[in-house]
């Protein structure tokens, strides 16, 4: 049951908002949002008090926060109404950022997935029930190719909007480039393939109103990305800038690049309104190495710095 301080955020978040006037989403890969139990049934040894990166409950709870705070940036006024995120342990680890974090008056509820990913990490959806009321949902596995280890679930949510329009939204992390991103294309594209036929089961009608987003693990102009661009979505973040000038999500040896991503359907793309990269200072630091600056992210290799992610939020609004 939600906190009496949670149903007055509520009733004054939607009192004084205009019915349909804006739908916002936020898409943010965690880095990593693990607890700091054992599951025996997931290769998570890393992430515990005693692994190797000493993952002890006070660093599962500022990363909690952290998180919180992200979300809360993303928006000057109320809170945004989705929240697609990626590399998420658990059920446990929504929980306490819905309930015990930051985000607790916020009023979320959520939905993730269960992956065969041998980290046991996930793919999840945070809504705001009274501007997105789900209606169905399911979870969309990734038969690996040969070779190839067990990837995550997309993840699939019907609902309904304030407005009383059904949107279908899909939430997606890509298998990595690791290995070589040529040797490891197939992975994705086998993605791209699942995901598209997900999209024809789920959404037979023309015209249907789908979004798609999440950690890609591609480029705006890769092979997976522009096939989903020929089969009738379009990347509306493919030029997404910070506002602070951040040209990317992600910085690697001081490149800065763009593999989250959110793709629509021809309906949703001219409701988009608004898309930029929250690059708030706090969410980055000096480069010492290349210059400029880069994601504050909580890990720089095993060494622990109290960070947000080694990604930055994007978001869109409808």
Known sequence: MLEARSLLFIFFYFLFSPVGAQLTLVEL??????????DS?????????????????????RKLNHIGQEILSCQ??????????????????????TRRSLLRHAGYEYIITESPD???????????????????FDFIPVPPLEGMRP??????VQGETQRGDTLHVFVVHAPSRYGGERATRPNRRLVADRLLAAIRLYVPQAGGKVLVCGDFNDYADSPALLYLQDNGLYNVTATA???????GTYRYEGRWQSIDHVLVSALLRDSVRQVFINDAPFLVEEDKR??????FRT??????QRGFSDHLPLVVRF
Do not use: M
Request: proline share 7%; aromatic share 14%; charged share 25%.
């Open 151 to 156: 990837t995550r679930d997309i993840l699939y």
């Open 29 to 38: 890969n965690c880095e990593n949002l693990f607890d700091c139990r054992h």
């Open 299 to 304: 890990f720089n290799g095993y060494r622990y």
């Open 118 to 136: 041998v980290r046991g990490i996930d793919v999840a959806l945070l809504y705001q029930p009274f501007t997105f009321r789900p209606l169905c």
């Open 290 to 295: 290349y210059g400029g600056v880069k994601p």
């Open 76 to 97: 000057d006024e109320g809170v945004p109404d989705l929240v697609a995120l990626v590399e998420v342990e658990n059920d446990s680890c929504l929980y306490n950022l």
């Open 241 to 247: 800038r910070g506002l602070h000038g951040a040209p």
């Open 41 to 61: 049934l997931k290769q998570d040894s890393e992430w515990l008090p005693d692994g190797q990166r000493k993952w002890t409950p006070a660093r599962y709870w």
